[in-house]
């Protein structure tokens, strides 16, 4: 994946208010509970998405969910959830991302940690081990484009600490 260079985006569609982001404005803060955020990579500028069932990474201002609500349990683990569904971001038994938690659960315990570089790395709770969260391009199942070729996605999926660990910013909304 390569970098993007373009450093202005608009990170809502024309639909909505947009959020203009640049080099000198503040684009990254910790996620707070019952504040709202949108999650960017940042070497890709790409946003977490919920869309059509999955969790990928898309552009900012594309179709799906991208808005994210940060919630805490009395255990002091952060969570996001959906706003427009109910559902909270977690993961499946095959370590990719998923939004169809009705509950802030175990698989939903998400925790960022800043990063000295910037930004923060996004772990997970998986059988009382942190992993961190990052991409991963997989097949979308049964899609092909009109050349014939099958069309791929980049899914969001717990990795081991030994992949390069991909650093997150929490843009507030």
């Known amino acids: 994946m390569s970098a993007s260079t373009d450093t ?23 996620p707070r509970p019952g504040k709202t955020y949108i999650i960017r990579s940042r070497s890709t500028s790409k946003v977490i998405t ?8 898309c ?15 009395a255990d002091n683990w952060l969570g996001f959830q959906d ?3 109910g559902m909270y971001l977690g993961y499946d038994s095959h370590a990719w991302l998923q939004c169809q938690a009705k509950s802030h659960g175990e698989r939903e315990y998400l925790a960022p940690r800043e990063r000295p ?42 990795r081991e600490w030994r992949a390069e660990a991909i650093s997150w910013d929490f843009v507030e909304v």
């Open 8 to 30: 202005s985006q608009s990170l809502a569609p024309s639909s909505q208010t947009a959020l203009s982001i640049d080099d000198t404005a503040p684009t990254t803060s910790p």
């Open 83 to 85: 706003p427009a569904s």
């Open 117 to 158: 570089s910037g930004g923060f790395v996004l772990l997970v709770l998986v059988e009382g081990h942190v992993l961190p969260v990052g991409v991963r391009t997989r097949r979308k199942s049964g899609k092909w484009d009109a050349s014939g070729s099958e069309v791929m996605e980049e899914g969001v999926k717990i």
């Open 59 to 73: 552009p900012p201002g594309s179709l799906g969910t991208y808005r994210w609500t940060c919630v805490e349990t």
């Open 50 to 57: 919920f869309l059509g069932g999955s969790v990928v990474l």
